[in-house]
């Protein structure tokens, strides 16, 4: 009888053992870092915000336009077609292949053709140093900001900006004027000198941005950084910037470095902007298409050099987008996909 009780004691060990051995675990519900409730089964590995691609494929999508403008030639030989008060000075024989044209902003090309695809009626825009942009701008742009250090010249934008449009306003912020009449009439010491000097950095660069209505605009979707102090105008930039989807501009951002108002530190701007943001930097060379005389290359390649015409525009986004190298125009007339394919497959940093 004991043995027998054994035996169906042994026999059903062995079927718990075996039923054990074969059921197949349920998964583990687990706690992700946002707080989601899903489980380790169900969540997707390595997934990319929808966001982040969003800002991807617009940005991806302007650099494409601009590389059809070049593989189309639209940008060669463009001679000005604007009412002359529009029209600024540019250097006599600079091809408009590589620069802007009298009526555009004297950006290059291809970052005029990306700003022009990403800018947007319902946008307000702020742009250090007025000019012939300041036009181009507010034909583009719901609301334009424009600062400018000289007061003879602001006034004149003023007159011929108020008789185009009505949606800019031009902000004279400087405090140079002070600092030569107090030095000149009760003299400086250095200790002045820099507080006076500091003074006029912060006016410049952080202008208070009013309306004609009162109200003041404290965010901005487009910020273009070409003018003075742009060390100081870059940080205020990137407070003023909104946070998604914002466009950046520096023109001449191939100098390897900025002055502080002229002062013996220098810095990078290309190093404040956070790396996880979209970059496009415009080539130091130029996709030729074989349209320009001998003469014109050379011409365009000095002032590209001498006044360091190159320009860089971003696009913001989150932080936890993940960081990739700066796009910029390849060489020849291939379509836009190959600059998309590029940019997605490209290789990235982390």
Not at 4 to 12: M, T
Not at 50 to 66: H, S, T, W
Not at 248 to 258: A, E, G, Q
Request: proline share 5%; charged share 30%; net charge positive.
């Amino acid at each position: 009888m004991r043995r027998l009780h054994l035996l169906v004691c042994l026999v059903g060990a062995a079927i718990v053992l075996f039923h054990m051995l074969t059921q197949r675990r349920a998964p583990i519900a687990v706690a992700p870092s946002d707080g989601s409730a899903t489980s380790r089964k169900t969540s997707a590995p390595n997934a990319i915000d929808p966001k982040c691609a969003e800002l991807e494929r617009r940005f991806d999508d302007a650099v494409g336009a601009a590389r059809r403008e070049h593989a189309e030639r639209t940008w060669a030989n463009k001679r000005p077609d604007c009412p002359r008060e529009r029209r600024s000075w540019r250097q006599p024989r600079l091809s408009f292949q590589v620069v802007g044209t009298p009526c555009q902003p004297w950006w290059r090309q291809d970052a005029i053709a990306i700003v022009d695809k990403l800018a947007s009626k319902s946008d307000v825009a702020v742009e250090w140093g007025s000019g012939s942009s300041s036009f181009w701008l507010a034909e583009r742009v719901g609301r334009l900001h424009a600062v400018e250090n000289d007061k003879t010249w602001a006034e004149r934008m003023r007159r011929d900006l108020n008789r185009l449009f009505g949606n800019a306003r031009i902000h004279v912020a400087d405090a140079a004027e002070q600092r030569r009449k107090t030095c000149k009439r009760d003299g400086c010491e250095k200790a002045e000198r820099d507080a006076l000097d500091e003074l006029r950095r912060a006016a410049y660069a952080n202008v208070t941005l009013s309306r004609g209505d009162g109200s003041v605009d404290t965010v901005a979707d487009l910020v273009v950084d070409d003018g003075r102090m742009r060390f100081e105008v870059m940080k205020r930039a990137l407070r003023l910037l909104k946070p998604e989807g914002g466009v950046l501009v520096l023109d001449n951002s191939n100098r390897d470095h900025y002055n502080r108002d002229l002062g013996p530190d220098t810095f990078n701007l290309l190093e404040l902007v956070p790396r996880h943001w979209l970059r496009y930097t415009s080539p130091e060379t130029w996709p030729d298409d074989g349209s320009l005389s001998p003469e014109d290359r050379r011409t365009a390649k000095h002032w590209i050099h001498r006044d360091s015409i190159v320009t860089t525009v971003w696009m913001s986004r989150p932080a936890h987008c993940a960081p990739r190298e700066a796009l910029t125009l390849l060489p020849g007339a291939a379509g836009a996909a190959e600059v998309a394919a590029r940019a997605r497959g490209g290789p990235r940093r982390s």
